[in-house]
C-alpha cells in the first residue's frame, strides 16, 4: 500500500496542533498561578523532539524502509487492504508496542534509550517531546517487523507507529483528571501519569500506548491512587539534550566494562545496583 506521502513526516505534519496544545496548557496552569512548565525544561524537551526526529527520518531512509520492505516481500502476503486489515493493523501494532514498551524497562539496553522520556521530573504535553535520538541504534523498528512480516506495507506500517505515538502525545498531562470508564479501556492521563512517576508501587507499569487492555491482561495495569512524582530513580541533574540522551549508555558500558560482565546489556537497569550491593556486602 503506497500511500502518496512520506508516512515518517506524520508527527512532523502534527506539529502546530501539538504546539497549540502544548501553549494552551501553559497558560492554563499559568492562570492558575501554577509552575507546571519552566523555560528550561520546555527548550530542553523540544531539543530531544528535533535530534529524535532527525534521527528518525535519516534511520528510515538508510536502513529501516529497507528492511521492512525486504521482510514484507519474503512474508506471509495475507491481509489484502480492507477496514478490517487496516483496523487489525492499528490493534497488533498497539499489541506490540506494550512489549516493546515493556522491554524498554527491563532490558538495559532498550532502557538506555527510553530513559531520556522518564528524566523530566515534570509532566506536561512537552514532555511526550521528551524522546532518545537512539532508538534506532536500540533497535525500536524490530518490533514491528512482525507487521510486515504479515503483509503490511512498509508505509503503512511506519505510519501505525507514527499515529499510535501521535494519540500518546495527548496522555502527558496533569490538566485532565480521571476519565470513567474510558480508564478501563484507553490509555489516559491518569494512567500515563501512573507509568511516569516513580513512586515505588508505580515504577514499571502501565506500559500502554493507546489501549490499556494489554496492561490488564499480562498483569502491568495501576490506578493512579497516590499523587504521582516523576522522575527516574537515579535522577539526572541536566538540562542537556546531548547528556540525557547518552548518560545512560555511558553508564552501561563502563559497568559492562568495569566488570567484564556482558549481562549489564540486557539485564533490567537496576540489576548492576543489585550487583554492586551484593559486592559490597561480600
Not at 504521582?228 to 541536566?238: A, N
Request: glycine share 6%.
Amino acid at each position: 500500500m503506497e500511500l502518496g506521502f512520506d508516512p515518517g513526516l506524520v508527527l512532523l505534519a502534527l506539529a502546530p496542533v501539538f504546539l497549540g496544545c502544548v501553549a494552551w496548557e501553559a497558560w492554563y496552569w499559568h492562570k492558575r498561578g501554577i509552575a507546571k512548565y519552566t523555560m528550561v525544561d520546555t527548550l530542553s524537551n523540544a531539543g530531544l523532539a528535533l535530534l529524535h526526529q532527525g534521527a528518525d527520518l535519516l534511520a528510515n531512509l538508510l536502513f529501516i524502509k529497507t528492511a521492512y520492505t525486504w521482510v514484507h516481500a519474503h512474508g506471509l502476503q495475507l491481509l489484502p487492504i480492507s477496514w478490517w486489515s487496516l483496523l487489525l493493523a492499528f490493534l497488533l501494532q498497539d499489541f506490540l508496542y506494550y512489549f516493546f514498551h515493556r522491554a524498554s524497562h527491563r532490558v538495559r539496553w532498550l532502557w538506555a534509550s527510553h530513559v531520556a522520556h522518564h528524566s523530566s521530573e515534570r509532566l506536561n504535553l512537552s514532555t511526550a517531546f521528551r524522546q532518545s535520538l537512539t532508538y534506532p541504534i536500540s533497535g525500536m523498528w524490530l518490533f514491528w517487523l512482525p507487521m510486515a512480516w504479515l503483509g503490511y506495507s512498509p508505509d503503512l506500517v511506519i505510519l501505525v507507529v507514527g499515529l499510535n505515538l501521535a494519540y500518546q502525545f495527548f496522555v502527558h498531562t496533569e490538566a485532565i483528571g480521571r476519565l470513567g470508564w474510558l480508564e478501563q479501556v484507553f490509555n489516559t492521563p491518569s494512567n500515563h501519569r501512573v507509568h511516569h512517576a516513580r513512586n515505588p508501587q508505580y515504577i514499571d507499569r502501565n506500559y500502554a500506548g493507546v489501549l490499556v487492555i494489554w496492561d490488564r491482561l499480562f498483569g502491568s495495569y495501576v490506578p493512579e491512587v497516590e499523587a504521582p512524582r516523576y522522575g527516574i530513580v537515579r535522577q539526572i541533574q541536566s538540562h542537556n539534550p546531548l547528556r540525557l540522551t547518552f548518560h545512560e549508555w555511558s553508564d552501561m558500558f563502563r559497568d559492562a566494562w568495569r566488570t567484564r560482565d556482558p549481562r549489564h546489556f540486557w539485564k533490567p537497569p537496576e540489576w548492576a545496583e543489585s550487583q554492586a550491593k551484593q559486592q559490597r556486602r561480600s
